[in-house]
């Protein structure tokens, strides 16, 4: 039982992993009974268990097996993160449960399986069962074709993918098993229930046996439609809604849903494809051009075989098919055409859709074929153009069906006629538009009236199967001129007809009987929109102002053919009316005043024609008064004109009553039922009156009114042709005038635009000016509704009128037609009737393009002209396109037939020559204009392969293709392109250019599209592997076009296709789904399109909620957002946008208020360090972008679930820029209150800030960088210091800012840099800015260059990266700028360094040219700051370099002390050592660059020292009391977080804050005056100096020199480091555990301390002095001995080198060796020798014997020689075994120099050092072959002086050298010049360098002539150089190194060389010494030692580098 009081103690997690069994049970019923009381399936306690739930139904023991299986059901039905678990769950399930013999076990597993469909998660359920159809136990594929079966019984065949599934079947019923074969006929039997005979011919293979049992079973199957009986959670909401909905309507809409449920799966899906075109027989296209008809009957009927499989592979079938039409078209032999019609059909079949692009060239040879009369040749071509009919659209087909319409052969007609009523058939309402019908029925109309009673017939037949899918309304207003009895014959047939898709598309368009239930999506898109139609019908409000509003400009030419495009109620004024146009006939004079008589009074008729003009007048008063009074309907409109018309008429003289004549026409044409009969009779006289200058205002008003009551576009022709008539030129100037403004008036639907521009061709033509005048003012007008397609009509005017025309034409640019105002009061009545059809496109569109004559080419593409097109040579392929050109050229217009032509400029565009490509694109954007819109039977075979251009590698290329395909599909519309499959082939082929853009085409051009073909469904998979591509470009137009590929398939079907897709490529794509279902745009709904704005406000609001029903989940993200992009679309109305928005935050409101009141930022222990370490582990993607793509949008949204309250994070990431500013406005607000909060989101919150940097909203900008400010603030105070990565995933996007064009902006971010420097390292900055110096933006280069001068000057030379001298070549660089603000930019920074740095700038920068270095050298005479050589090294960095060992401690420092450990753990294991050691080896690297370029003290010249006696100072030190806090309560565990806890502390002694250094301080020193804790410290004691001599140098550089700073308070901090120190170094143990680098830093700091005059100056200095002496004193004692010798050894020889070092510095150096060495005699048992001696060697090597002997002080040479002499005594002989590690051992100056003194002190003569033994016997070996030697050496040397083989020369000296080290070549060097010898030494120091490459470099190759070429040839050629530049050479014998380089005047000569060679083997042989080091310390921590190493290996490359420019300027 004890056992089980243990576990049952435990969580239930650790329970249900417990390896008991009772406590696994015990587990999952607790986990159980939890699942079942979270009530919110969003409850993040669900995420707890989301790993458990594999093991739930894995579990091994059967009884716990079942329990886990129930809680995971339970979890699966109720939470929502369960879908992640589906693979695993179901794998799990498959492989664990299905085995199970328990019936319960496999019954719940199913269950889980259906669930896991039920939440959505079908696909990657049925690919785990279909995985375990694979499995070899037959019970498991038992259960998962049962589990499959079930599935499809509740779920149906659009939730289970049936493809699969019967791929499998034929496998399943071969199985051995029984039982897999009988489950295997209960799914087929399912699936039959389901698509009934698709299911047939893929199990048309199986056992005979078990087809014939299946056969049995189908039968007994129920007929109906069968219907899923369990829905996906989405749908659930549906359904319920559909069966509230049935309740309350009855069963309204029975069969509803029965369309939904259709089989949707086509027998053809299921086939496998076959390749047929390879199987063709290898002679079959010389055998079809056969003269023996059996020979052609042969190739044929192979073809016919191969065909006849139902499913063919797409291909390049054009030679077969246009083989085949030949057969067809001219074959003698009727029985072959019937064979190759059948060919065709089989083709057609196979193909489907791929054919489509055949199908033009093929119609109409099989239409004229026709004319045979063999019943079995008319049999075949019916089958075969029906075949082909399906492939295509009506569309695409229909010019080649009219042309064959008018053919004279009646069985032709009929036959068409035929076609053309089949076709109708598979039609619905809105693939037959009325820009389609329209032609049609004028052609059938034609028909009907046939002396052939067949062809009659048929065409009775069409019109009535048309009359049967669009609905009477739609045809009637093209049979109106049909006389009754036609008319009935028509509507007979009408009834008869059945449709290829039921009765459904009739009653849509007749929409009397069917009554749209919202609740159901139309079938397609345009049925669609007749519903919404039908439902807003019976509102009257909006649609009595349809016809007001304008026409909306046409679409641009072709637009139309996108069915229901631009469809508006304003267009249709011109047919509505038109049928019930008032009808009169002409009455004879008599008639009309026996009229007149009864309205008028008599005298008013007698004085009409009276001779007095006042009696006339009055009688018109009456006349007039008369009229007034009349009602409209006793108006006798005809007889009242012709009264007025009669004598004098309109001859008036008269102007008073002229005047009134013509206002009692306009009351006559107003008031009553005025016919075009009686406006003929006025009209005439009106226009001559119209340029009168009395008269002209009434006669226009007349017009006006006529116009109003006969229709603007009749009036104005019958105007147009009288004025022009006439020869008065004012009559034509007013016309013209007058039809402007009622243009303007009336809209110009419904106009002839063709009757004008001849009439308008004329005028301009007009001697007259005002007639031109006119002219060119309505062409103005016209533009503006026609647009630019109308200039084409008037380009071969005259270049002068031509220009105005253009003129006038770009004021109008931009305009927008204004809304029509009149036209419509008569017809107001029938406005609701026309406002149901939006159909019908504006015909002005079609008309403007149709309106010139069109030429035929088809004769000019000559057999020549197209071979010449495809000719091998280049030239000639371009002659020929030339020519092409200049035909289209010269036709302008031209007709679709243009012969073999397509074919030949499709096999240019994938031209090897670039220009003709090009070439051969701008031919085709001729042609798109030349043809117009009948271009768009060419889009399969000439517009597809334009597309495939898309891919080409060149820019230019690329642009061409894209404005082709813009101008073709400007003609064609989208609906051809978007058909069939070519373009979802484009999309799959892997081009990255392709497919980008061509994704960003469709994302421009599917938004405007009101509906799309089915087709592009097939593009969806393609799109989704896009949205994966490699290129990132690629992926970001796949981002873009998704949401507008989803607005017209919706989330559902996208969702779908996704089930294809990997399972981790599908969760990306879902996500990315989901968001772009956030920005899914609604579609453009039809009349807001077409209408003016006022009336587009209000159509959205109605369209919206019955458009997409559906989609009600949707709606409500849908319709706040119809922002930027649906308002372009639509032309929507803002406010209509703002009434949308309101209606979804409404319900959501008050659940919001009372969410808003907890904190915004919630803090989750490590959270950040978790997602530093998910991206290191590039489990996250890394923030790195040129753009945001949807991906890094999606991942921070979810990284910022868990930590930001859900109502600001939808604020975030709302769509609308104002819901940012709001954000914005929260997290000001709770900046201060939320300060831990927003510290632990802060990666988060800078990466959601650099989202808002890419939106182009200023406001959000503003906001923004105003929040950014308040941080960097808050941060600052808080000293917070950001980590690597929240830097470099926000700085690069804060700096793209800087080059904003706003000041303010620049400003701002300027400032926000600026307080960065105070939370971040400006070294680091440095870099990021110096990267946007890069920037094509020329601002961001010129801000960012002033920065970097900034940052210089305000940090020193430090700040920049990676050295000085590369940041200022690369700032120099930008001199040179094209921009004028750059140039001055670069230089005011290199002024400014140059004010901190003197003239080692000019070295730094390194060559300019000339032009850039006088700009900088005036720059820097007119900058009036001086340069102060004063301290080079300046302030250092302030906060930043004071950062923390470990960076994320000190964003912890605040935590209670509880957590403190688990945090630190965290925290160190996130950072450790890596990051302590990167952050030292930048404080601490040797700055090469200040040492080169310092032009203080030379670095020899010792003057004297101030003596320190550091024995004698023993004084206490006085420490302060602790007085801040208790040591933490970690100290007293000694637990394992002890170690965290103590690094923890230590990071804090190296703080930037004072206080909180003393703090940590004062707590280490308990630990360590504590004997018993003190060992806690062990293992941590490097960590400890570092920090410690970081703090060091921190109140060195920065803290002495504030002077707002206490010193008292520095005084204190000193006391405390050194009170610490000394305690550590009485602890032997831990003193030994130094390392030698860490030693060298801290006896730095020391010494450093000790000299620096500023503390000597302050009250307590003195003592601060004597402390430090004491300590140096124990550093010295109680450290490792070896490694505090090899530090003092290394400092030495660094301070000797370094030019900046103080002389008195090297000289405490020295004597703190000297203590060492009197410690000697005592230790030297300790000490490791070899590496002291190595150290020593490398000391020696660095400074040769000559080179120390040169110092002014003789220190160093007698330091060396007193240690090397003590270690003698002490060893004796022994110690020349200590020489190990040193390789060549000969060639060290320290062996030589150790047997000299052996040799001394033990006087013994005859013992020599082995290096002279060897010596002696090379010598002696050589003797025999002098005489060789010396005239192999003589070659060597005659090659070095040759030009050609110099370096083969000095190669083999040094070869030699090498080999013979000793050779003796002084005899070859001795006559030669100085220049020479120094040449060949450089030359052999090149070549060693670069063999030696990475090894050590030996000692310096001097030592072969170093007597005759010494240090003193190079000082006396520098003095005469020196006097020669007029330089002083009276101060010091010797310049410092450092000007030989910094001078440009002096060429640097070899002792520069010899320096960086002495740097640079020192360099090497520390890092080598220190990677020793490393190996014998036996330290864990030895960071210094890394630090120094690493360091130097950073620094060798720069050195290199140097060296070779040093050489190359001395060449």
Not at 1476 to 1489: S, Y
Request: charged letters at 30%; proline letters at 5%.
């Amino acid at each position: 039982m004890g056992d089980d009081s243990e576990w049952m103690k435990l969580p239930v997690d650790q329970k249900c992993e417990h390896k008991l069994w009772k406590a696994r049970l015990s587990g999952y019923e607790e986990a159980l009974k939890i699942f079942q009381k979270i009530k919110d399936e969003k409850s993040p306690e669900w995420s707890k268990f989301l790993g458990l739930i594999k093991k739930l139904v894995t579990d091994s023991n059967a009884v716990v097996q079942l329990k886990g299986l129930e809680a995971a059901l339970v979890y699966v039905e109720n939470a929502h993160v369960a879908g992640k678990t589906t693979g695993e769950v179901v794998s799990g399930v498959v492989s664990k449960v299905f085995n199970q013999p328990k019936a319960k076990a496999k019954e719940l597993g199913i269950e889980i399986c259906l669930m896991y469909i039920e939440i959505e998660k079908g696909e990657a359920v049925q690919e785990e069962l279909l995985k375990g159809l694979d499995n070899k136990n037959p019970k498991i594929v038992v259960a998962c074709i049962e589990t499959l079966r079930k599935a499809l019984s509740e779920f149906g065949s659009k939730i289970i993918l049936l493809k699969p599934i019967i791929k499998v079947l034929p496998k399943l019923f071969e199985s051995r098993e029984k039982a897999v074969r009988d489950e295997a006929k209960l799914i087929a039997v399912e699936i039959y229930r389901w698509i009934r005979d698709a299911l047939r011919p893929p199990l048309q293979n199986i056992n005979s046996v078990q087809l014939k049992e299946l056969e049995e079973e189908w039968v007994k199957l129920p007929i109906g439609a069968p219907k899923p009986s369990r829905f996906l959670r989405s749908q659930q909401e549906l359904e319920a809604k559909l069966e509230q909905q049935q309740s309350a309507g009855g069963d309204a809409e029975g069969g509803g849903d029965d369309g939904d449920e259709v089989p949707q799966i086509d027998a053809y899906e299921l086939l496998e494809a076959v390749e047929i075109l390879s199987k063709l027989p290898k002679d079959f296209y010389d055998k079809i051009e056969a003269k023996k008809w059996q020979e052609r009957k042969e190739a044929l009927e192979a073809v016919e075989v191969l065909v006849k499989n139902p499913k063919l592979e797409a291909g390049d079938y054009a030679d077969l098919v246009k083989a085949l039409k030949k057969v067809v078209g001219k074959d003698t032999n009727v029985m072959l055409v019937a064979l190759a019609a059948k060919c065709l059909t089989g083709l057609a079949v196979g193909l489907r859709k791929k054919f489509g692009q055949y199908a033009g060239h093929v119609v109409p040879t099989i239409l004229e074929k026709f004319k045979e009369k063999k019943p079995q040749v008319v049999q075949a071509l019916q089958e075969a153009i029906d075949a082909i009919f399906l492939t295509t659209t009506l569309q695409n087909i229909s010019e080649d069906v009219l042309a064959v319409m008018d053919n004279k052969n009646p069985t032709i007609k009929q036959q068409t006629s035929l076609f053309i009523a089949r076709s109708f058939r598979h039609c619905t309402a809105s693939t037959l538009p009325k820009s389609l019908l329209k032609p049609f029925c004028a052609a059938l109309l034609k028909h009907i009236n046939d002396s052939a009673p067949e062809v009659r017939d048929a065409a009775f037949e069409a019109l009535g199967t048309a009359l049967k899918v669009v609905g009477e309304k739609a045809v009637n207003p093209f049979l109106a001129d049909v006389d009754k009895l036609k008319l009935d014959k028509i509507k007979e047939c009408s009834e008869k007809v059945e449709l290829v898709h039921g009765k459904k598309a009739g009653l849509a368009a007749d929409k009397k009987e069917s009554k749209p239930v919202p609740g159901r999506t139309a079938t397609s898109g345009a049925a669609g929109d007749k519903d919404t139609k039908d439902i807003s019908a019976p509102k009257p409000g909006p649609l009595k102002k349809a016809p007001t509003t304008k026409a909306g400009g046409p679409p641009k030419k072709g637009k139309p053919a996108a069915p229901g495009g631009t469809g508006s109620a304003g267009t249709k004024n011109k047919k509505g009316p038109e049928t019930k146009e008032i009808v009169e006939p002409e009455l004879s004079i008599e008639i009309c005043e026996e009229k007149a008589s009864a309205v008028l009074p008599a005298t008013c008729i007698q004085l009409l024609d009276s001779s007095n003009w006042k009696e006339r007048l009055a009688c018109m008063e009456e006349f007039q008064k008369a009229v007034e009074l009349m009602d409209r309907t006793e108006m006798p409109c005809q007889a009242l004109v012709r009264m007025l018309a009669k004598k004098p008429g309109w001859k008036e003289t008269n102007f008073q009553v002229m005047q009134m004549k013509l206002h009692i026409v306009a009351l006559i044409a107003q008031k009553g039922n005025f016919s075009k009969t009686s406006a003929q009779i006025v009209l005439d006289g009106l226009v001559d009156k119209i340029g009168d200058v009395k008269c002209g205002n009434n006669a226009k008003e007349a017009m006006t009114a006529i116009a109003e009551a006969c229709m603007l576009p009749w009036t104005a022709e019958q105007v147009m042709s009288m004025a022009f008539s006439q020869k008065n030129p004012k009559n034509q100037s007013e016309t013209l005038n007058w039809l402007s403004n009622a243009i303007k008036e009336f809209g110009f639907s419904g106009l002839n635009v063709k009757a004008f521009i001849s009439n308008v061709k004329t005028a301009l033509a007009a001697t007259n000016p005002a007639v031109r005048t006119s002219a060119i003012t309505l062409l103005g007008v016209m533009y503006l509704y026609v647009g630019p397609s109308l200039r084409m009509f008037f380009e071969d005017e005259k270049p002068a009128l031509l220009s105005q025309i253009d003129a006038e034409f770009e004021k109008m640019q931009g305009q927008s037609p204004p809304a029509p105002t009149r036209g419509i009061s008569k017809h107001s009545i029938s406005g609701t009737d026309e406002g149901e059809d939006g159909d019908e496109p504006d015909e002005v569109g079609t008309d403007v393009v149709d309106l010139l004559p069109r030429t035929e080419i088809s004769d000019k593409i000559t057999s020549e002209l197209v071979s010449k097109i495809s000719d091998k040579n280049w030239k000639i392929r371009k002659e020929g396109l030339d020519e092409v050109a200049g035909i289209i050229n010269e036709a302008k217009f031209i007709q679709p037939n243009i012969g073999e032509l397509p074919t030949a400029l499709k096999g240019r565009l994938n031209d090897s020559n670039k220009i003709l490509v090009q070439q051969t694109l701008n031919i085709l954007q001729q042609l798109a204009v030349a043809m117009g819109p009948n271009i768009k039977q060419h889009v399969k075979n000439l517009g597809i392969p334009i597309i495939t251009v898309l891919g080409d590698s060149k820019n230019n290329v690329r642009a061409a293709a894209l404005a082709t395909v813009n101008a073709w599909a400007e003609q064609t519309g989208m609906k051809e392109w978007l058909e069939g499959e070519d373009l979802s082939e484009e999309l799959k082929k892997e081009n990255p250019f392709l497919r980008q853009e061509l994704l960003g085409w469709l994302a421009e051009k599917l938004p405007t599209l009101r509906s799309t073909p089915t087709d592009l469904i097939l593009c969806v998979p393609h799109l989704y592997s896009c949205l994966e591509d490699r290129n990132g470009d690629v992926r970001k137009k796949a981002q873009d076009a998704l949401p507008f590929f989803m607005m017209h398939l919706g989330y559902e079907k996208m969702a779908k296709a996704t089930g294809k897709l990997k399972p981790t490529s599908k969760d990306q794509v879902l996500a990315m789904l989901e968001k772009a279902k956030a920005n899914m745009p609604a579609k453009p709904a039809a009349s807001a399109k077409a209408s003016s704005k006022p009336m587009g406000g209000s159509a959205p609001a109605k369209f919206q909620p019955s458009s997409a029903p559906v989609e009600d989940s949707v709606s409500s993200t849908v319709e706040p957002k119809p922002d930027p992009k649906k308002a372009k679309a639509l032309g929507v109305s803002s406010k209509a946008k703002s009434a949308q928005g309101k209606k979804v935050p409404s319900k959501t409101s008050l659940k919001e208020d009372e969410d808003k009141s907890g904190p915004i930022f919630i803090v989750v222990p490590n959270g950040k360090e978790q997602r530093m370490k998910d991206e290191k582990g590039l489990k996250v993607l890394k923030w790195n972008f040129t753009t945001p793509r949807d991906e890094y949008i999606e991942q921070l949204k979810t990284q910022m679930s868990s930590c930001v309250a859900k109502w600001l994070q939808d604020e975030m990431f709302h769509s609308d820029f104002q819901h940012h500013n709001k954000a914005l406005a929260v997290m000001v607000d709770h900046l201060e209150s939320e300060k831990e909060g927003v510290i632990g989101c802060l990666d988060l919150i800078l990466k959601w800030l650099t989202l808002r940097f890419f939106d182009t909203n200023t406001s959000v900008l503003m906001k923004t960088l105003e929040y950014l400010k308040l941080l960097f603030t808050l941060l600052s105070e808080e000293e917070y210091h950001l980590t690597e990565n929240e830097a470099s995933s926000f700085i690069p996007y804060l700096i793209l800012k800087v080059g904003e064009p706003k000041d303010v902006i620049r400003k701002d971010v300027r400032a926000i840099l600026n307080r960065m420097c105070l939370v971040y390292p400006a070294s680091k900055m440095f870099p990021f800015i110096m990267e946007g110096t890069k920037s094509k933006n020329s601002k961001q280069r010129a801000e960012c260059l002033e920065e970097l001068g900034c940052l210089v000057e305000s940090y020193g030379m430090n700040v920049c990266q990676p050295t000085p001298g590369k940041a200022l070549k690369e700032i120099a660089i930008h001199i040179g700028d094209r921009d004028n603000a750059v140039r001055n930019a670069a230089l005011n920074t290199i002024v400014t360094v140059y004010n901190v740095h003197g003239d080692q700038v000019f070295k730094l920068i390194g060559t300019l040219s000339e032009k850039d270095m006088s700009m900088l050298e005036e720059r820097i005479k007119r900058s009036a700051k001086r340069p102060s050589a004063a301290p080079v090294k300046q302030v250092e960095e302030k906060p930043p370099r004071t950062q923390s060992i470990n960076s994320n401690a000190n964003m912890l420092r605040k935590g209670p002390a509880e957590d403190m450990s688990s945090k630190l753990n965290q925290a160190r294991s996130m950072s450790g050592h890596p990051e302590a050691a990167q952050m030292v080896r930048r404080e601490f690297q040797l700055d090469l660059d200040e040492i080169e370029n310092d032009n203080g003290t030379v670095r020899c010249e010792m003057p004297e020292l101030v003596q320190h006696k550091l024995d004698d100072i023993f004084e206490p030190v006085l420490i302060p009391e602790p007085k801040i806090r208790a040591v933490s309560p970690h100290f007293d565990d000694m637990h394992s977080n002890t170690a965290s806890t103590i690094n923890f502390i230590i990071s804090q002694v190296a703080s930037g804050d004072i206080n909180t250094s003393i703090q940590a301080l004062t707590q280490i020193d308990e630990v360590l005056r504590q004997e018993d804790k003190a060992e806690a410290m062990s293992g941590h004691i490097d960590q400890f100096l570092i920090a410690t001599f970081m703090q060091l140098r921190l109140i060195y550089n920065t803290h002495m020199a504030d002077e707002k700073l206490e010193k008292d308070e520095i005084i204190k901090l000193y006391s405390c480091i050194i009170g610490n120190m000394i305690s550590l170094f009485q602890i032997e143990s831990l003193a030994r555990e130094a390392s030698t680098g860490v030693l060298k830093d801290l006896m730095h700091g020391l010494i450093t301390l000790m000299l620096d005059s500023r503390i000597e100056d302050l009250e307590e200095g003195q003592q601060v002095i004597r402390s430090v002496n004491l300590l140096v004193v124990k550093v010295l004692e109680k450290s490792d001995q070896t490694n505090i010798l090899s530090a003092l050894l290394v400092l030495l020889q660094d301070s000797l080198l370094a030019t900046a070092s103080s002389p008195k510095f090297s000289e405490l150096v020295m004597k703190c060796l000297w203590r060492m060495v009197r410690l000697l005699p005592d230790t030297i048992n300790s000490i490791n020798l070899d590496r002291i001696l190595l150290d020593i060697h490398i000391f020696m090597k660095v400074f040769p014997k000559e080179k120390l002997k040169q110092c002014k002080s003789e220190f160093p040479i007698r330091t060396l020689k007193t240690l090397l002499h003590t270690l003698c005594k002490l060893k004796g002989p022994k110690i020349l075994d200590h020489l190990t590690m040193i390789d060549n051992k000969n060639e060290s100056e320290l062996e030589a120099h150790l047997c000299r003194m052996m040799k001394h002190s033990m006087d013994q003569t005859g013992s020599k050092s082995d290096k002279e033994t060897e010596k002696g016997a090379s010598r002696i070996d050589e003797k025999s072959s002098k005489a060789k030697v010396n005239d192999f050496l003589a070659e060597i040397f005659k090659k070095i002086g040759s030009k050609e083989n110099t370096k083969e020369g000095l190669a083999e000296l040094y070869e030699y050298k090498k080999k013979y080290s000793d050779a003796d070549i002084e005899p070859f060097l001795k006559n030669s010049s100085q220049f020479f010898q120094s040449y060949v030494e450089r030359g052999l120091r090149v070549i060693e360098m670069e063999r030696e490459g990475k090894g050590r470099i030996p000692a310096s190759t001097g030592n072969t002539n170093g007597e005759e070429v010494g240090p003193s040839v190079y000082l006396e050629r520098l003095k005469i150089l020196r006097q020669r530049c007029g330089l002083d050479n009276t101060k010091d014998e010797r310049p410092p190194l450092t000007s030989l380089l910094s001078k440009p005047a002096v060429p640097p000569v070899a002792s520069s060389t010899d320096m960086l060679h002495s740097k640079l083997s020192q360099l090497r042989e520390s890092r080598e010494q220190h990677q020793h080091s490393d190996l014998d310390s036996n330290q864990t921590h030895s960071s210094g030692s890394v630090t120094t190493s690493s360091s130097s290996t950073a620094n060798i490359d720069d050195l290199k580098k140097r060296l070779e420019r040093i050489k190359s300027s001395r060449k």
